[in-house]
């Protein structure tokens, strides 16, 4: 088999181009793995989002999860190998690594003898870089578990994994990072890795906290490690769970559904419909972290879901190259085929529940549902799709899966739930697009949630739904945040009787996103700001000088500040460092020594605020007129503009301090020039 340099699929060893990707295929001399790791340093796919986003490279902090991995008592191993096999051997065990790391778009910073040092979240930032780093770990150890190479196989190896803060540095040839941690984040991945034993991936609180609801941890308590000044709680990694939902909650304190009224409404009617026979498609729409799972979690739990078949997949942020994804999750769940099973008994139930849901016509369906979910086939099966070339194929997958969802809408009211929808891939989307028509006359709803981004993949499923004949039942819901009273509301149910300044607090710095809100709250409980008395009322254990963001809600927006462009993330970076309330004239004044997008300084003023408005407002930056003191507007008429309280704070996604503090020497130019901000011709500008 041929792994792809490009996104880590497996090909067979006939093929010149990668079947799921279609990069070149390099066939390794002598049947070997290519001589040297730095063939496969940086895949394309991920190259091109490094340079897309160098503009971050020139110094900007991160919030990353970092690994370091070795083989294990190594020394030994080359002396009784010899120096030439253990180069070769080396060689296999990098590839090998690589792949993973490459697969959820992970960084290499470095190699380090017989091992190698990796980021997640840097120089791309992502929101779940904790669990892309602890699935690439456990899929290293599979790998080298699987391997039909005999020394590889033998192999034992020891990993760490910190998650915190770094700042980023330039690009240097060949892709090469250069990366200094800020305190301990980098240092104390390195003792995790030295600690812990041949064969264990061993992490930390942060990062077994961040990705908690996705794998099952050992504790091993308290220990001292090497240049940590205290005693660290620390984790072995157990592997993933068989169900996320299931999942502790971390200590997140949980809450009955608010302000969400009219939303529930929406979907108890589709439900009620769909009780009566009548199909339809939902698409629920908001930022991360607004609700959207919670709401459907809510009507699930309410009298009436009871008589729905619900079924529910969900795309993959590290899914764009895994065919149907939501769709293999949707099968295995109707054919209560489990995480563990083995290729046989997951061949067996399959088998089993078309025979139940088709009888005789089964083996029309079975080979297609067994292609989706990517098993091997034999005889009948794989006499069956011989001939079929790829597009043939694809009807007949089509064609199969439509046919289920038909037979299942027959014996029971059927719900889909396509949870992150914005990350589905292209197999999926046009996959959806011909099961979508079922809702017009089978009591299947389809229901998509998705977040509030442009050519988001949902816009699709609205045209599709529109022009079927006869039109399919469609509902839109627009997410917003919580206003001031029912964010109020939630910081009440959360921990009760919280004095109306800190509560007041809370709801600001998190501008009514209901998962910024029951973050911050764990976050003050974790940390002991917040206890509990006796009588059950929640008190501040000492005075909240400032509101820190937790490291869960600052991914999220660190990745969301990530995607935009560059010249777009410029201006939110210079507006952060002025201030919450400034005028836009002091804003034209630090842009105008590079431009928005790399000009002169010196051109034209119009000029420069035409350009700097449209990219002020990509980056969530307000524009408003400011009214005079008596009410009416300044002798100099302007708008003021406003930052996001999310994104003023220098934390991940920010400059490096030298930076901001040349920033702030800029906008104090204009400001004695004009004798204030309230003097000299420009544009007022204020924060949201």
């Not at 709401?295 to 942020?317: D, F, K, N, Q, Y």
């Not at 054919?335 to 078309?354: M, R, S, Y």
């Not at 816009?459 to 964010?487: K, T």
Request: aromatic residues 6%; positive net charge; glycine residues 12%.
């Amino acid at each position: 088999m041929l792994t792809c340099p490009s996104c880590a699929s497996e090909n067979s060893d006939s093929q010149k181009f990668c079947g799921a990707c279609g990069a070149r295929l390099t066939v390794p001399a002598s049947g070997g793995t290519p001589s040297s790791p730095a063939a496969s340093y940086t895949p394309p796919h991920l190259a091109e989002k490094i340079l897309a986003s160098r503009f971050a490279l020139e110094g900007e902090r991160k919030l990353v999860t970092v690994m370091f991995c070795d083989i294990a008592n190594s020394t030994p191993l080359a002396a009784s190998v010899g120096a030439e096999a253990m180069h070769g051997l080396l060689n296999r065990f990098f590839e090998l690594a690589l792949a993973e790391v490459h697969r959820y778009e992970g960084t290499i910073n470095q190699f380090l003898g017989d091992g190698f040092m990796a980021l997640f979240g840097a120089p791309v930032a992502h929101e779940d870089h904790a669990r892309r780093a602890l699935l690439a770990a456990s899929g290293i150890q599979h790998r080298l578990r699987d391997t039909p190479d005999d020394r590889l196989r033998q192999l034992r190896i020891r990993m760490g994994l910190n998650t915190g803060t770094v700042v980023v540095g330039k690009i240097g040839d060949n892709l090469r990072m250069d990366y200094t941690a800020v305190g301990d984040t980098t240092n104390l991945a390195a003792r995790l890795q030295s600690h812990a034993e041949p064969g264990a991936i061993r992490i930390s609180e942060t990062t077994q906290r961040a990705a908690l609801p996705y794998f099952e941890f050992k504790p091993l308590g308290k220990h001292q490690l090497k240049g940590i000044a205290e005693p660290m709680p620390i984790y072995d990694l157990r592997g993933p769970r068989v169900s996320d939902k299931g999942a502790p909650d971390g200590g997140r304190a949980g809450s009955p559904l608010v302000g969400r009224e009219h939303e529930l409404v929406v979907l108890e009617a589709s439900l009620a419909a769909l009780r009566e026979g009548r199909g339809g498609v939902v698409v629920l729409r908001g930022e991360p972290g607004v609700g959207k799972s919670r709401l459907v979690a809510e009507v699930r739990r309410r009298p009436g879901a009871e008589g729905v078949r619900w079924l529910e997949g969900r795309a993959l942020s590290f899914g764009r190259h895994l065919s149907y994804w939501p769709f293999i999750e949707i099968v295995k769940t109707c054919c209560a085929i489990g995480e563990t099973d083995t290729e046989g008994q997951a061949w067996a139930k399959l088998e089993a529940t078309v025979r139940d849901l088709f009888g005789p016509r089964a083996p029309e369906i079975v080979p297609y549902l067994a292609t989706v979910l990517a098993l091997e086939m034999t005889g009948e099966h794989e006499q069956r799709l011989k001939f079929l070339d790829t597009q043939a194929l694809g009807r007949q997958v089509f064609l199969s899966m439509h046919q289920l969802f038909e037979q299942l809408a027959q014996r029971r009211p059927l719900v889909l739930v396509m949870e992150d929808w914005h990350w589905v891939d292209q197999s999926s989307i046009a996959l959806s697009e011909h099961l979508v028509p079922l809702a017009g006359n089978h009591p299947v709803a389809f229901w998509f949630a998705t977040r509030a981004e442009p050519g988001e993949p949902a816009a699709r499923v609205r045209q599709v739904a529109q022009s079927h004949d006869g039109g399919v039942p469609f509902h839109e819901i627009a997410l917003a945040p919580l206003g001031d009273a029912q964010g109020g509301a939630l910081v009440d149910h959360l921990v009760a009787h919280l004095p109306e300044t800190v509560r007041d607090q809370i709801v600001r710095r998190t501008e009514g996103n209901p998962f910024f809100i029951e973050e911050v709250v764990r976050a003050l409980i974790s940390d002991g700001t917040l206890v509990k008395g006796a009588d059950g009322a929640w008190r501040l254990a000492r005075p909240l000088a400032a509101l820190i963001l937790p490291e869960t809600v600052q991914g999220v927006i660190a990745a969301r500040i990530d995607r935009l462009e560059d010249g777009v993330k410029n201006v939110l970076k210079l507006a952060s460092v002025i201030g919450r309330s400034f005028f836009l004239r002091i804003l034209e004044a630090i842009a105008g020594g590079r431009g928005v997008r790399g000009g002169r300084a010196g051109r034209p003023r119009a000029r420069r605020a035409g350009s700097l408005a449209p990219a002020a407002a990509g980056a969530g930056i307000h524009l408003q007129a400011r009214p005079g003191a008596g009410g009416g507007v300044r002798q100099h008429p302007g708008r003021t503009t406003s930052c996001h309280p999310h994104e003023r704070r220098p934390g991940p996604g920010a400059g490096v301090r030298r930076a901001r503090r040349r920033v702030h020497q800029r906008s104090g130019l204009p400001l004695r020039a004009g004798g204030g901000l309230g003097e000299g011709p420009g544009v007022p500008v204020q924060g949201r």
